[in-house]
């Protein structure tokens, strides 16, 4: 375990040095001005943070005051007067965002990714092609986490009225208050958030009691939809986030019956990716062990088999994103000429959706449990074809005499010879139907329970076996950033400043892995 002194020297001698401030070009004033801060002290300073798991006032404070290890992780041991403060990262982080969302990009991911890579390189975990072929095959392990979300989780009824209290705070501190209508007015008093939203009832009256106050909740929200739509156009609507949150949170909680009313949706047909909090629309829900209010995290980390690794990729996403969709980004965004790559993973990723993408970028998935109904191991004996449409041949070697493959269900009808199947020990395994009349038999197998029986059969090999192990690391990854990290407490709203966070402390664990690795290494060459 890295020692407090050490820990800031890790920031200073890996990460400083590493970052790139031709980058960070655009962020810079062209204007004639006082001299600009560097980019380097502004992410040093904030990986050292999430180091020492500290309120960015105390960090600040504890380098005002002359804290030499601070000092140091940040190169301002020489210099007379600490150039950092609360407004100078206010304004930093403000320009990160402002620029991401122009360009549609993450400046500081790009960052934390081609610095992990370079560490991964040094390390000798990731081929180096300036002495290396390019042959070598990169063990990644990937698994993902759920990360909370700084927002309160609200109820149906707090939704509905803190978005109504949202818009009507914008109409009042724009001077339109007179667009506010009479029976509106109680949102703006005091204590009327206290009078809606929390009450004392007997336990068979509260459903009664809710159900009422959501309905008549909603029925203000759509007196104050028809006032804003009589009054804005939707552009503007659309351009101010206090408006356009109303609008999107009325589209989703509230529908027309039969007759034409406005009444509150089924709570079983709002989707999970509705708003949760008019506060941070970024915010979706998602059960999965559990009721779950945030973003997902996806963690792809190379290694070398014998404990030393590097996050070399991290995906931050709405928690209703599927693994599989996780796993294209990360496949998405290698080089076609790159290294092969043995893909550890859980039963959760992949899919035959993904095998050309996989082949096209020479990734070898190994799936290392399976999700969903087991498959007969019988199927995977069944010889099929490449493009998954035709039989080859049956689990006792007869080759089909004919075959037809159905687009819609995946299904392969093979039409098996001489009635082959009618005295086949696996006959009632495989469901054929025998003709004796004709003197055939068909079988219907379909094209994925196939490929799941062989993945089965493959899983108790010892080749799956040592990566079910390797992969089984990464549970420690989630472990690490959750516990030393706090990754489930990050003060910020929103997945755009959230990531500020999240990549800062991948790379404070990418430095602290490298100084273990540099120890490993010491040991050996000791040993040897």
């Not at 300036?130 to 993902?144: A, Q």
Request: net charge neutral; proline share 4%; glycine share 6%.
């Amino acid at each position: 375990v890295c020692s407090s002194d050490l820990r800031a020297k890790l920031v200073g001698d890996i990460i400083y040095p590493n970052i790139d401030e031709d980058k960070f070009a655009d962020l810079f004033s062209k204007k004639g001005s006082c001299p600009n801060i560097e980019i380097r002290k502004y992410v040093s300073f904030l990986v050292l943070e999430r180091m020492y798991k500290m309120p960015e006032a105390t960090a600040l404070e504890f380098l005002r005051c002359g804290a030499l290890n601070f000092q140091y992780a940040i190169h301002t041991t020489q210099e007379d007067r600490q150039p950092l403060s609360e407004s100078s990262l206010r304004r930093f982080r403000r320009g990160i965002e402002r620029y991401n969302k122009e360009h549609k990009t993450d400046l500081l991911k790009g960052e934390f990714e081609r610095i992990s890579k370079k560490l991964g390189m040094d390390m000798g975990i990731l081929p180096n092609p300036v002495n290396e072929d390019g042959n070598k095959t990169v063990l990644v392990r990937m698994d993902s986490m759920m990360v909370e979300a700084h927002a309160k989780v609200m109820t149906r009824l707090e939704i509905l009225y803190m978005t109504i209290v949202v818009a009507l705070r914008y109409l009042l501190r724009n001077d339109m208050d007179e667009l506010i209508p009479a029976p509106l007015a109680h949102y703006l008093q005091e204590d009327d958030h206290n009078k809606v939203l929390y009450y004392r009832a007997k336990e068979e009256d509260k459903q009664a009691i809710q159900t009422s106050r959501i309905n008549a909740t909603a029925q203000e929200m759509v007196m104050l939809y028809d006032i804003l739509h009589l009054n804005f156009m939707p552009h503007f609507i659309d351009s101010v986030p206090e408006l356009s949150v109303f609008d999107r949170v009325y589209g989703e909680q509230i529908v027309a019956d039969e007759n034409g009313a406005r009444i509150p949706r089924d709570k079983h047909d709002i989707s999970a990716n509705s708003v949760q909090n008019p506060f941070d629309e970024t915010v979706t829900y998602r059960n999965k062990r559990g009721p779950h209010h945030g973003s997902v995290l996806n963690v792809a980390e190379a290694h070398d088999g014998n404990g030393n690794g590097v996050i070399i990729h991290a995906e931050l996403a709405q928690n209703t994103t599927s693994d599989n969709e996780l796993e294209r980004k990360f496949i998405e965004q290698l080089p076609a000429d790159g290294p092969a790559i043995e893909l550890q993973t859980d039963g959760g990723y992949g899919s035959s959706e993904l095998e050309g993408l996989e082949k096209s970028k020479n990734v070898n998935r190994k799936s290392t449990s399976l999700t969903g109904k087991k498959a007969d191991p019988v199927f995977a004996d069944f010889d099929i074809d490449e493009d998954g449409k035709e039989v080859l041949s049956c689990p006792k070697g007869h080759a089909p005499t004919s075959c037809k493959y159905n687009e819609n269900t995946g299904t392969i009808t093979a039409t098996m010879p001489d009635n082959c199947c009618a005295s086949c020990p696996y006959r009632d395994r495989c469901k054929a139907k025998v003709n004796n009349k004709k003197s055939r038999s068909t079988v219907r197998v379909k094209t994925e329970t196939v490929k799941r029986a062989k993945h089965a059969k493959k899983l108790g090999t010892k080749e799956y076996k040592k990566a079910a192990n390797d992969r089984n690391a990464s549970e420690g990854i989630m472990s690490v950033l959750r516990r030393k990290y706090d990754i489930d407490h990050i003060p910020v709203f929103g997945l755009e400043r959230s990531s500020t966070w999240i990549w800062c402390s991948l790379l404070s664990y990418n430095a602290v892995k490298y100084q273990r690795y540099q120890q490993w290494l010491e040991k050996q060459q000791r040993a040897a």
